[in-house]
């Protein structure tokens, strides 16, 4: 992706596993190692184990896109629909052959077919937007790189196409006509907002837990657990804290999703297209998040468990009239449609590269089109 993210603070943490990725002064921990401060070094426990006392939590996250953000090509669905096909990634690239292998994707361009193949080894993203595939690489300039491959799979209109990104993009070097190598923080990052825990280590990832899962945003559950099996009443436990509050959900939300700080202050400033996928950026610039006192986040609207698009239209209408009742005194209502049609208008689904649809998060009246 091509905004570049801030290393940022490091938060005071006992978690052995996130002292020794900043060690290395690149993946800046989230929030989550706020979790582990106050207990000792809790492990991971995957979440199969979280879904004997939490089913209706691991079914909604299991049908949304945080259970599938990441995996092996030969386990990816979607790596496999490349297989046998050529497909034209434009000049000087020119045309990939795809074949499937024991160890899943692999490909050859048209021009070098004398040679072996090059494998795609991890498919990320869902695909429900789109799934792009990663490979990584020894490199004499970083110790972690990694190739974005050129062709993507858009589920916005079923179809392959260029990634996001690469239009216009030039091959620096042999490589690069395999499409765009990324190095350093920006791999490492790649692979941090895609899978609950995992290390590049070379060309592959060490303790890799695919998919952001429960312990991504709950933190390592090993304490919480035992806890659990002794006492129906645990203490509490998410991300460290006894509750939620606008700031911590942020921070979490944001980690990811983007906030401000990872913006390039001009993009930011004029609010350019690009921003529309980043919505934690929209949202910090709306009235709703300005005059509502710390009370309107993202979970005001979304179950960080769901699908947001399991949710009807009509529903997220009714948390606008939440606030905005005809009625109330508490808040303005709309003059021009009091109870119905406020996303459409107010944050309407907008087209973004390939097809791909966002809904912009800064809330507000628009001129009219
Ligand atoms: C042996 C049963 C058990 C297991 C396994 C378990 N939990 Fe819990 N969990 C509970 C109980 C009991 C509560 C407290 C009652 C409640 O809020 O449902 C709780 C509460 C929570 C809460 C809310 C706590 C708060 O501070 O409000 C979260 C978040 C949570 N669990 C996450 C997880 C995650 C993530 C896993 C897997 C790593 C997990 N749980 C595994 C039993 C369990
Ligand atoms: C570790 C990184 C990470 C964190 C933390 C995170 N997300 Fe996501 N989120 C993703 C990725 C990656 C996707 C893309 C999933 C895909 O490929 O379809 C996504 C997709 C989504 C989607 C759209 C897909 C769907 O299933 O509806 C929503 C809504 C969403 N996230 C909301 C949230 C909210 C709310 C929070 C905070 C409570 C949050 N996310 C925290 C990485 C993250
Ligand atoms: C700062 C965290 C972050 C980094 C770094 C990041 N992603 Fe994502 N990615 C997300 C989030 C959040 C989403 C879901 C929202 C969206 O679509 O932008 C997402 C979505 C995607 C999607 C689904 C299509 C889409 O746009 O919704 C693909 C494919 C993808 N990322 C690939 C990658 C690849 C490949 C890299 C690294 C080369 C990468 N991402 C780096 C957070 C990140
Ligand atoms: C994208 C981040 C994210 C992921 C992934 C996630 N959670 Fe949560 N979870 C949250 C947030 C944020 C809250 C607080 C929501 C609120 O206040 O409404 C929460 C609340 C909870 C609660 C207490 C409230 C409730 O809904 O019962 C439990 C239990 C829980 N999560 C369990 C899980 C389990 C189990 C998984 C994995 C199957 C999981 N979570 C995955 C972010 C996440
Ligand atoms: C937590 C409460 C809350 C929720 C939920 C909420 N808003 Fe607001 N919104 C506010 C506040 C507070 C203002 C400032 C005006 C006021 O006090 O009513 C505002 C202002 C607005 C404005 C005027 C913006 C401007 O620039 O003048 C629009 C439009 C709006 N909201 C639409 C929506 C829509 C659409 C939704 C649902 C998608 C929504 N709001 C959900 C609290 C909320
Ligand atoms: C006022 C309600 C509201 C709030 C607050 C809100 N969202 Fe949304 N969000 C929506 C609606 C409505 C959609 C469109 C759902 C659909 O597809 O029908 C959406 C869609 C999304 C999507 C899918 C991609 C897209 O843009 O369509 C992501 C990701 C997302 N929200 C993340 C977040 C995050 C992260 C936060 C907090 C920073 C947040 N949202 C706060 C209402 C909200
Ligand atoms: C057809 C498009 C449309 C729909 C549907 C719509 N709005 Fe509006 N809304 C507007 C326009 C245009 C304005 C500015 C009106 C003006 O300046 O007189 C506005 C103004 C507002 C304001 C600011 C009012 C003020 O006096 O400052 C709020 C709050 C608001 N809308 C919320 C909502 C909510 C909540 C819904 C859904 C129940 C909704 N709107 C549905 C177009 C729409």
């Not at 825990?197 to 695919?210: F, K, N, Q, R, S």
């Not at 911590?248 to 690009?274: K, T």
């Not at 109870?339 to 459409?344: L, Q, R």
Request: net charge negative; charged share 20%.
């Amino acid at each position: 992706m091509m905004v570049a993210v801030a290393s940022g603070f490091c938060l005071v943490t006992l978690c052995a596993r996130c002292v020794a990725v900043d060690d290395k002064g690149e993946v800046r921990p989230s929030n989550v190692a706020e979790s582990v401060a106050s207990v000792s070094a809790p492990t991971y426990v995957g979440k199969q184990v979280c879904r004997e006392c939490h089913p209706q939590n691991f079914d909604l996250h299991q049908h949304s896109g945080h259970a599938d953000t990441f995996s092996r090509s030969v386990d990816s669905e979607i790596a496999k629909k490349y297989a046998g096909k050529a497909l034209d990634a434009g000049n000087p690239y020119g045309v990939f052959h795809y074949e499937w292998g024991n160890e899943g994707l692999r490909t050859r361009r048209a021009a070098d077919m004398d040679q072996a193949p090059f494998a795609l080894q991890y498919a990320v993203g869902s695909g429900r937007n789109a799934m792009t595939l990663l490979t990584l690489i020894d490199d004499k300039e970083s110790d972690a790189a990694g190739i974005e491959h050129r062709i993507s799979w858009f589920g916005s209109h079923g179809d392959f196409g260029l990634t996001p990104g690469h239009i216009g993009m030039t091959p620096q070097d042999e490589r690069g006509l395999l499409g765009n190598v990324v190095r350093g923080k920006s791999v490492r990052q790649c692979v941090y907002c895609h899978t609950t825990t995992g290390t590049i280590v070379g060309t592959e990832i060490v303790d890799l837990v695919a998919d952001v899962n429960c312990e991504k945003c709950h933190g390592p559950g090993s304490e919480h657990v035992q806890q659990a099996r002794r006492s129906e009443t645990p203490p509490p436990f998410s991300i460290g804290r006894d509750r939620w509050d606008l700031e911590a959900e942020l921070q979490l939300c944001g980690d990811c999703h983007r906030l401000p700080r990872n913006i390039d202050p001009v993009a930011l400033r004029e609010y350019s297209a690009e921003l529309l996928r980043f919505q934690p950026v929209g949202m910090l610039r709306s009235e709703c998040y300005l005059e509502s006192d710390g009370n309107f986040m993202c979970s005001t609207c979304h179950n960080p468990h769901q699908d947001s698009k399991a949710k009807s239209t009509a529903a997220y209408e009714q948390d606008c009239l939440g606030c905005h009742q005809p009625d109330s005194d508490a808040h303005v209502a709309c003059s021009v449609s009091p109870t119905s049609g406020c996303v459409e208008c107010h944050m309407p689904a907008t087209k973004f590269e390939q097809g791909m649809v966002f809904h912009d998060h800064w809330i507000r009246i628009r001129d009219a089109e």
